[in-house]
């Protein structure tokens, strides 16, 4: 679990900011 976390670290990121934007 934690190699895959580390694995996609900047695609979720890149989620999570995209989703605030579009949010916002």
Same mark, same amino acid.
């Given at each position: 679990? %934690? $190699? #895959?976390? $580390?694995?996609?670290?900047? *695609? /979720? !990121? /890149?989620? #999570? !900011?995209? *989703?605030? %934007? %579009?949010? /916002?």
């Amino acid at each position: 679990m %934690i $190699q #895959i976390l $580390q694995k996609v670290p900047d *695609n /979720t !990121r /890149t989620c #999570i !900011r995209s *989703n605030e %934007i %579009i949010h /916002t």
